[in-house]
């Protein structure tokens, strides 16, 4: 008797209603690819892959919870077994590279064609890995010209800095942080000789350029 091949689980995290529906109707025409669940922000996606524990999450990058490169660090050490796969309009260096770091198994961008959306999942569930040269090279370039810059900042001095791309000034912050505004001053001086930079604007615009996550929370 003919066994049944098993079917590729698929959580869908994306908070377009919009886009899930256009994702579905997509991986509806693959019949070995069987949407589980759906979710629409991180907070969903944790309860959900703890619950039903699908073999691939396809996660967008722009959602409101946990930030992607976070929650992905959370599956790697929580539920290994599922592996992430991003789909996601945002293409930007920041973000291929800290999801790369964070080890999910390839990042495609939206317009992707049908086929190869459905060739990725289904050589993903396989075990494969998906980046490119370009990719890769991108990711090595940002962590060499930010990321290292970013490692090099103390906590405190990244708690400055996002102030500081929020357009706060040196009282607000002090009182923000429950320090004194002379301590503030210290910091700012500190974060601008390690990220090369001459003002607490282009310092700002540096945060704002490079960490966008760490601004606004994770939605844009």
Request: glycine share 6%; proline share 4%.
């Amino acid at each position: 008797m003919a066994t049944t091949p098993t079917k590729i689980t698929l959580l869908l995290a994306d908070d377009e209603p919009v886009a899930r529906a256009g994702i579905r109707s997509i991986l509806l025409q693959a019949g070995d690819i069987e949407i589980i669940g759906e979710a629409q922000d991180g907070f969903e996606v944790q309860r959900m892959v703890a619950e039903l524990r699908p073999r691939i999450l396809l996660l967008d990058l722009r959602m409101p919870g946990p930030r992607p490169h976070e929650l992905e660090k959370w599956m790697r050490e929580n539920y290994p077994e599922t592996v992430t796969l991003v789909l996601t309009a945002h293409d930007r260096d920041t973000h291929l590279a800290r999801m790369m770091e964070a080890g999910v198994a390839g990042y495609l961008t939206k317009d992707v064609t049908e086929d190869t959306l459905i060739d990725r999942i289904r050589s993903t569930a396989q075990g494969t890995i998906h980046f490119d040269e370009e990719q890769t090279a991108r990711a090595a370039r940002w962590n060499e010209e930010v990321g290292k810059k970013w490692e090099s900042l103390s906590e405190r001095e990244r708690e400055v800095l996002k102030l500081l791309a929020l357009g706060a000034q040196n009282r607000f912050i002090a009182s923000e942080l429950s320090i004194t505004a002379k301590t503030v001053e210290s910091h700012v001086t500190s974060i601008l000789k390690k990220l090369e930079l001459k003002s607490r604007q282009k310092a700002a615009a540096w945060m704002s350029a490079n960490f966008p996550d760490e601004v606004d929370g994770g939605k844009s």
